[in-house]
């Protein structure tokens, strides 16, 4: 089923939880919604749901305008971080619940959960849990699932296992997905493509390699996690930054600018101080500082990580610094 919002906007008094929002998502599509707390990922998921209603715009299914079309009869399946499962029901009837001829035992086959039918929800662990009311959200059979944070309160080693799973359910269904996370590396684990919310606006849609490799803005590169960025001017095809100049392909006059971590080499140029070298397995994330310029990110093979204190000098790689557009 595809999905298009066009211009929705959701107003709560003076404030704006959504502000003209446009978004397509086309048949069998898996997109995820990422951002900030409060930035309205909630509320988008709620306006396609039907459970909130716009205060302007229109949400269309299969082209079909559902703006007035109550929630029951949208043909969605939703799995909602408020429509938690019932403790002491079991499996089945917690999955039959509002779906009274669901197949239990083919659902709980496909979410990788056989034969815990008859259990109590209260005696299963939180990943299956979550496992049974994904089977739940699938019960109708929806050809879109919308799901607000899937793997919200799993451990981290839970999650990356679940996060796997889902992505080749969805695959296997063929069935349309948003999916909303606040957890980058889930959302890249997850989608086919990513939206990033900022303020009840969309700040950028893409792949997940486009996002990761070309924020669109400041604001999608620091919540990205990148720190090396930086307000510069370039003269001439040269960037002068705080860290010291980089050959950047960009017209003249003022661009924010991102430089990866790994794109600041440790082979001469300015010079730093190790500030802080924090070890992440298969690399050293390393912080310098450099007088009179914001910290400077730099990641290092394990092996040629300098110690703090050390004194290094830095280039930038300008095929690793990237121009942002806001
Ligand atoms: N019913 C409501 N009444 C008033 N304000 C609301 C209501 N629902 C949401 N908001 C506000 O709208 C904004 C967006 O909320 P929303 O829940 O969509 O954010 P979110 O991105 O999902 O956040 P989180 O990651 O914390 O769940 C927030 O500022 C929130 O306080």
Known sequence: MSLSVTGVSVRFGPHSALSDVYLDVADAEVVAVLGPSGS???TLLRVIAGLQEPSSGRVFLDDVDVTRVPPHRRGLGLMFQDGALFPHRDVAGNIRFGNGSADVAALL??????????RRVDTLSGGE?????????????????MLDEPLGQLDRALRERLVVDLRRLFVRLGTTVLAVTHDQREA??????????????????GTPRE????????????FLGFTNVARVKVVGGQASTPWGTVALDATDGEHAI??????????????ATVDLATFAG???EVLLTIPGAPPL???????VAPEPGETVSVRLDPAQTVVLAG
Do not use: N
């Open 40 to 42: 309205g990922k909630s």
């Open 109 to 118: 086959e496909l979410v990788g959960l056989p034969s815990v039918g008859a």
């Open 129 to 145: 849990q979550q496992r049974v009311a994904l089977a739940r959200a699938l019960a109708p059979s929806p050809r879109l699932l």
């Open 188 to 205: 890249f684990a997850l989608a086919d493509r990513l939206v990033v919310m900022e303020s009840g606006r969309i700040a950028q849609v």
């Open 211 to 222: 996002v990761w490799e070309r924020p669109a803005s400041e604001f999608v590169a620091s």
């Open 258 to 271: 991102l430089v990866r971590p790994s794109g600041v080499l440790l082979d001469g140029g300015t010079e």
């Open 282 to 284: 298969d690399r050293v």
């Open 297 to 303: 990110e730099v990641h290092c093979p394990p092996a």
